[in-house]
C-alpha cells in the first residue's frame, strides 16, 4: 500500500521560511517523479513544483520561483520543499504527489497523494 505523509506545516509571518517533508512507503520511489502542490480554500488545486526522478530536472510555479526549492533522498524517501520568503498568498494545504512517469504540472497525472499539510503565513 502506497503511503505518502507530509509533514512541516505549520503558522509563520510574512517572510518567515518552512520545510515541508513528505515520507514515502510502498512505492519505488527511485522511479516516481515527486510533486508539490497547494490548494487554497475555494481555489483549485495548483502546482507548486517537481522534481525527476533522478533529481535532473525542477521545474517551479512562477508564483514560487526563485523562493521555494524542492529536493529528494532517494536513499530515504523522503521530497522536501523548502519555502523562504513567505507571503500571505502562499497560504494553503500542500500536498505531495508522485507519479510513475515523466515529470508534469498536471494534478491529474499524478497517481497518488498524501493527505496535506496546512501552511499559513500571516502576521
Known amino acids: 500500500q502506497v503511503q505518502l505523509v507530509e509533514s512541516g506545516g505549520g503558522l509563520v509571518q510574512p517572510g518567515g521560511s518552512l520545510r515541508l517533508s513528505c515520507a514515502a512507503s510502498?512505492?519505488?520511489?527511485?522511479?516516481?517523479?515527486m510533486a508539490w502542490f497547494r490548494q487554497a480554500p475555494g481555489k483549485e488545486r495548483e502546482f507548486v513544483a517537481f522534481?525527476?526522478?533522478?533529481?535532473?530536472?525542477?521545474y517551479y510555479a512562477d508564483s514560487v520561483k526563485g523562493r521555494f526549492t524542492i529536493s529528494r533522498d532517494n536513499s530515504k524517501n523522503t521530497a522536501d520543499l523548502q519555502m523562504n520568503s513567505l507571503k500571505p498568498e502562499d497560504t494553503a494545504v500542500y500536498y505531495c504527489?508522485?507519479?510513475?512517469?515523466?515529470?508534469?504540472?498536471?494534478?491529474?497525472?499524478?497517481?497518488?497523494w498524501g493527505q496535506g499539510t496546512q501552511v499559513t503565513v500571516s502576521s
Open positions: 504527489a508522485a507519479r510513475s512517469n515523466a515529470p508534469s504540472r498536471f494534478a491529474n497525472d499524478y497517481d497518488h
Open positions: 510502498g512505492l519505488l520511489f527511485e522511479i516516481y517523479t
Open positions: 522534481m525527476s526522478r533522478s533529481s535532473s530536472f525542477t
